[in-house]
């Protein structure tokens, strides 16, 4: 979404685990996750945008775009 938002300015990092070979205890994770509204509308900043660098994102609300992320990750081909 930030992708979105910034024009690609900023990207997600790539989210993994990687469990070390001298493992001697349990492992805590915590994750805390952050949404807007979900009728939010997520578009390109105007300050991320020009005319020689147009928004390479539709505008969408942030409902459809988890929506749509969910399906991306849950859909088997």
């Given amino acids: 979404m930030m ?3 910034t024009n690609d300015r ?3 990092t790539q989210h993994r685990v990687v469990v070390p070979d ?3 205890g349990d492992r805590i994770s915590v994750a805390f996750f ?3 509204a979900y009728d939010a509308l997520i578009e390109c ?9 147009p928004p ?8 459809e775009w988890i929506r749509l992320m ?7 081909a």
């Avoid at 991320?48 to 660098?53: F, I, L, R, V």
């Avoid at 994102?57 to 942030?62: A, G, Q």
């Fill in 3 to 5: 992708a979105a938002w």
């Fill in 10 to 12: 900023w990207v997600s």
């Fill in 22 to 24: 001298d493992v001697t």
């Fill in 34 to 36: 952050h949404q807007p």
């Fill in 45 to 53: 900043i105007p300050t991320c945008t020009s005319p020689d660098d």
């Fill in 56 to 63: 390479r994102h539709e505008p969408v609300t942030s409902g």
């Fill in 70 to 76: 969910i399906e991306k990750t849950t859909t088997y």
